[in-house]
């Protein structure tokens, strides 16, 4: 049953994938993002990795998307399209990416995989949150913020940025 489910994520993260960077419309490519995301989740908690699929669901699928689709709703027109891609870098985009999958394959099957022989130390939800919450050493709470403070400027600038191309027209 695993298997099958590996292959509904795979299939879902390729399909939705390609209308992401297909689609003309940038609100249904945002939505088609959200899909690639979810699917990513999937393959976290079907590897047993609960914490970090629950961190794709909120932090990427849920607080990315919804980042993406306010500033398309601020800045852009919703029967906006976007211009079609010329054939010439379609194919070149094509060859490229091919190009990047035949080297990720050949990688991937050449190289000799030993198993490890470390003992995993067993993870504890205390510590994780401890962690994520500390402003010492290897806490993330600073780097939280900075990335935060970071978005939010972009999205201000962004924002700043749209505005002024819509009234110069």
């Known amino acids: 049953m695993e298997k099958v489910i590996f292959y509904i994520l795979a299939a879902i993260i390729l399909?939705?994938?390609?209308?992401?960077?297909?689609?003309?419309?940038?609100?249904?490519a945002a939505v088609y993002l959200?899909?690639?995301?979810?699917?990513?989740?999937g393959f976290y908690f079907l590897l047993n990795y609960n914490f970090l699929g629950?961190?794709?669901?909120?932090v990427y699928s849920g607080g990315i998307v919804v980042l993406i689709v306010f500033a398309v709703l601020l800045t852009a027109h919703m029967e906006h399209k976007l211009e079609p891609v010329k054939p010439f870098n379609a194919i070149v985009a094509g060859l490229v990416a091919l190009l990047g999958a035949?080297?990720?394959?050949?990688?991937i099957g050449t190289y000799q995989f030993k198993p490890s022989t470390t003992v995993e130390a067993p993870y504890d939800i205390e510590v994780i949150g401890t962690k994520l919450l500390s402003y010492g050493e290897n806490g993330y709470v600073l780097p939280f913020?900075?990335?935060?403070?970071?978005?939010?400027?972009?999205?201000?600038a962004a924002i700043i940025i749209a505005k002024k191309s819509v009234s110069n027209d």
């Open 15 to 28: 399909v939705f994938s390609v209308l992401t960077v297909t689609s003309r419309k940038i609100l249904r």
């Open 34 to 41: 959200l899909f690639v995301l979810i699917a990513t989740a």
């Open 54 to 58: 629950a961190v794709q669901l909120t």
């Open 102 to 107: 035949a080297a990720t394959i050949y990688a």
């Open 145 to 156: 913020e900075v990335i935060s403070v970071l978005l939010l400027a972009a999205m201000v």
